[in-house]
């Protein structure tokens, strides 16, 4: 009779030890994931800077292109109205 409730503790003693080391397996298989979430973030937010400087870039030089460009029709402009000018003056 004492022995019946004293293997019933052990029993429910290792089977909490038992409850403890699978409790503990899943939190480092948790662990394990949750780090190789953040290496993929990090690679992710990495990536998005890059492309963000890219963007950033891509954009200056259509801004310098188009301003080359304007200023080029400016030269050109200016050009067509000195030789207009030159062209009344002759007559």
Not at 24 to 29: A, I, T
């Given at each position: 009779m004492i022995l019946k409730p004293l293997f019933e503790y052990f029993g429910k003693l290792f089977s909490l030890a038992r409850d403890v080391q699978e409790v503990?397996?899943?939190?480092?298989?948790l662990r394990a994931e949750l780090d190789?979430?953040?290496?993929?973030?990090?690679r992710l937010a990495a990536d998005l800077r890059v492309l963000n400087e890219r963007e950033a870039?891509?954009?200056?030089?259509?801004?310098?292109?188009?301003?080359k460009l304007h200023l080029q029709l400016e030269n050109v402009l200016l050009k067509f109205q000195k030789q207009i000018g030159s062209g009344k003056k002759k007559r």
């Open positions: 503990k397996e899943g939190f480092r298989e190789e979430t953040n290496e993929a973030v990090q870039n891509a954009r200056e030089r259509e801004r310098s292109e188009r301003e």
